[in-house]
């Protein structure tokens, strides 16, 4: 029986980066709109922040898998 653990990985790789591209582009279009965006505080709440606040978190994202 072929081990599939591999392919899962790297499966698992390939959509966290396309997840990362994603936030990246929504938080730096909002950005340019001078909109906010809804994340999560350190306990789970919801919690309104700045776009422009959030550049800096997401400029990476990208280039790390």
Request: no cysteine; glycine share 4%; proline share 5%.
């Amino acid at each position: 029986m072929e081990n599939k653990t591999p392919q899962l990985s790297e499966l698992s790789e390939k959509v966290l980066l396309g997840m990362r591209i994603a936030i990246k582009k929504l938080v730096e279009t909002s950005a340019a709109n001078n909109e906010s965006l809804i994340v999560g505080d350190e306990n789970g709440n919801p919690i309104s922040v700045p776009a422009k606040d959030l550049l800096n978190t997401v400029k990476n994202y990208e280039t790390h898998a």
